[in-house]
């Protein structure tokens, strides 16, 4: 399913891929100064 929304849409599915990314580098942050802290 979502590889057929990609080819309809790329920039779209870009766009959601740098938000996760975000996200993720965001808890893995958060969650390493929670650790150090």
């Given at each position: 399913m979502?590889e057929?929304?990609?080819?309809?849409?790329?920039?779209l599915?870009k766009?959601?891929?740098?938000q996760?990314?975000?996200?993720?580098?965001y808890?893995?942050?958060?969650?390493?100064?929670?650790?150090?802290a």
């Amino acid at each position: 399913m979502i590889e057929i929304y990609s080819v309809c849409n790329p920039n779209l599915t870009k766009a959601v891929q740098d938000q996760v990314w975000r996200n993720v580098v965001y808890l893995s942050v958060t969650s390493n100064y929670k650790i150090n802290a």
